[in-house]
């Protein structure tokens, strides 16, 4: 009762400070849209300069802005777009104002950035907030030639990979388990190809991306760490466009456009490698040699689609999809083994105007994500299956309620299925067979209510409050998650912001492999298993400089967190009626500096940024659980002191840009064994080695740096754009550490061991790439 009582209390004091306003609302509203194939443009600035105040369109390109009665002049800008200008006067009605941007010129020319794009970042209340589209990823060097988008975000402050050639983010000392990634409003539970090399999304399909580290809104939850929001382009309004791109591993294909004028659109893109094609075909041609050692079969595709329809002024209905499918298989006369694991997503999204000042988005969802592995050896075969599965109702509100007021509210609730480490064996003759695993079923509600208030032209204040509730046998968790940010002028070039965000996370990445086969294991929260839990807070300043060329950021955050899962050493993570009595529960905690510039006009362009962090866990034995490293502190895996990103982007000509980045990463926290001894356990055979380990984490891999360099070409066809993108991945050909082993080194007078060596194992060398893209 107490608990519902200080929910309630908190919503009806948010509503009693927005409800004496109503009566005096003035607004602007309207939409962003790019000219030509009348695309929204997620993100876009609309600013009135003279009152230093401005917005950003939401995910239909949409905006809305309170000013005061009188004559005022609107600027619309967006990256790669010409800003537009237009003079209002406002006399107690709403207006009604919508933007349709030209891009720039096809043609490579300078890049253009515009100076008001800068000033809304500098006085947006969010915090913690980075941005990037597809036009932007595509300019960067990628690996073999392939664009990624999440690669893309780790090179953002903040933001870390785990290692050599992986997609996934670790954000603030958090885990990968802890982002939240949303494609158009559905959950991706793995976003990675290529056993985590690259990411899901095809930079063809996907507009933007928003990636929060903290200042978390009120409307998201479920995790601790950052929330990833991918909006998928919506479709040609004009005419048919065809996109794709030809490169050394996989090639892309996208199609969009109108189904009807003015009404309705559709985009549909796929993407798929083909490197299984050669090595079948080198498998065949070596099948009858000596030693014949088979290549194993890889190959991943992926399918996006998306329908848009107008149903009239007032309601617009989108249909979004996702599906794909990575496939890893090794065939030879007496084992086979098949591994198969990928995403599936369907949302269908209603906005409904009720008037000029209520908007309300309805979505029904379902998203999962499952893996399959097949094993055979001589006449037994073993299955193992893992998935989880969710179906998702959610509606969210907008209420443009009047001066500076903006309320946001919503509720939602999600049916999540669980499949954990179904295991069946059988053998030919049906003489044999077993089975183990668990099912789950659990329920996950969410409510919140947010108001972004612009008190006046230096301070904005961002505070709500989500109220959570999780239902699993027969345990029901909830919590308030209240969520607060503010900004402050101090001049028209400089402001500070702080933020305070309250998170809980109920379902738990059991297993991730990292970059080796990606046998990831979701787990509800049950009786036993508590939900985790994370508070941060976060300080920050910004500035533009250099006539607006410039702008820095610097961030300072420390994070709590609690109920954080690792596991007792010997686990048995898979064949395992009982998975939960292998679960250690222990308490975290990451703080650290983050500093950011960025250029943004001129010929060459970029960013550097730095992180300078520690990140902790603590497994102390409470409840009388066992002990990690004695109870004392010590580095996870994800610290990582020193992290620093460098991006340069040149405009050489019209036709021609040049790229490089360059990244450098304290080596990873890494546990080794300090000493052996021989243990003679079974007389008359070789004693085992016994390894001898001592505080965990207590050593670290050689510090990862690498240099990736970049060319973009553009081609002049007899119809529509082409280009050559080069791209030279570790161009200086560093020997970064994906592994450490340690190789016996035997005196071979007399047999036997007599020491260790370490080896180092390296992924990928230096490795040139050239990409062929077109549209027409």
Known sequence: MRFKNQAFLFLYLMLFLSLPTIAQTQLVQGYVRAEGNGEALIGATVTAPEMQRGTVTDANGFYSLSLPEGEHTLQASYIGYAATTRNI?????????????????????????????????????????????????????????????????????????????????????????????????????????????????????????????????????GRLSSVVEVA????????????????????????????????????????????????????????????????????????????????????????????????????????????????????????????????????????????????????????????????????????????????????????????????????????????????????????????????????ALNYGLRVSAFTSGGKTYSALEPRVSAKYNLSESTSIKASYASMKQYIHLVANSGASLPTDVWYPSTPNVKPQQSQQVALGANRIFGKGRYILTNEVYYKWMHNQIDFRDGANLFVNDNLEDEFLFGRGRSYGNELYIEKVKGKTTGWLGYTLSWTYRKFDGENGQEQINEGRWFPNRYDRRHDISLVILHQLNKRLSLTGSFVYGTGQAVSLPVARFPLQDVEGKDPNIIPIYEDRNTFRLAAYHRLDLGAVLKLKPKRGEADLTFSVYNAYNRRNPYFIYFEQIKDRTINETVGFQAKQVSLFPLIPSVTYNFKF
């Open 232 to 459: 998928m382009q919506e479709g040609n309004n004009e005419g048919i466009n065809v996109n794709g791109g030809l490169g050394l591993i996989s090639s892309r294909l996208s199609v969009d456009g109108p189904i009807v004028k003015d009404k309705a659109t559709f985009i549909v893109s796929g993407r798929r490698t083909y490197v299984d094609i050669f090595t079948r075909q080198l498998n065949r041609l070596n099948e009858d040699t000596e030693d014949y050692n088979p290549i194993p079969d890889y190959y991943f595709y992926d399918l996006n689609g998306k329908l848009n329809y107008k149903l009239g002024e007032n309601d617009e209905l989108s249909l979004s999809g996702y599906y794909g499918r990575d496939f890893f298989g090794f065939n030879d006369d007496d084992f086979t083994f098949g591994f198969d694991w990928g995403n599936t997503m369907g949302n269908l999204r209603w906005r409904h105007k009720f008037n000029n000042n209520l908007y309300a988005t309805t979505s029904l969802g379902t998203s999962s994500y499952k893996y399959n592995i097949n094993n055979k050896i001589d006449i037994f075969s073993f299955k193992l299956t893992s998935d989880i599965e969710d179906y998702t109702a959610k509606t969210d509100f907008d209420w443009f309620v009047g001066k500076g007021h903006t309320l946001k509210f919503g509720l939602m609730a999600t049916r999540h299925f669980f499949t954990v480490g179904r295991l069946n064996f059988d053998s030919e003759d049906n003489s044999q067979s077993f089975s183990s695993g668990n099912d789950f079923r659990a329920t996950e509600y969410g409510a919140y209510l947010s108001d972004d208030y612009t008190v006046n032209a230096q301070l």
């Open 89 to 221: 006067i406002l006399r107690g009605n709403s207006q009604s104002i919508n933007f349709a941007l030209l891009p720039y010129s096809n043609e490579l020319g300078e890049v253009k950035v515009e100076s008001n794009t800068l000033r809304q970042r500098l006085n947006d209340t969010r915090m913690s907030v980075d941005k990037l589209t597809s036009r932007d990823a595509k300019l960067l060097p990628a690996l073999f030639g392939e664009v990624d988008l999440i690669k893309t975000l780790q090179l953002k402050p903040g933001v870390q990979s785990s290692g050599e050639g992986t997609s996934g983010l670790y954000v603030r000392g958090g885990g990968p388990d802890q982002n939240l990634v949303l494609l158009d409003d559905a959950v991706i539970y793995n976003a990675s190809h290529l056993f985590g090399f690259f990411s899901v999304f095809n930079p063809d399909a996907v507009k933007s991306v928003e990636l929060y580290k903290g200042g978390f809104p009120a409307q998201f939850g």
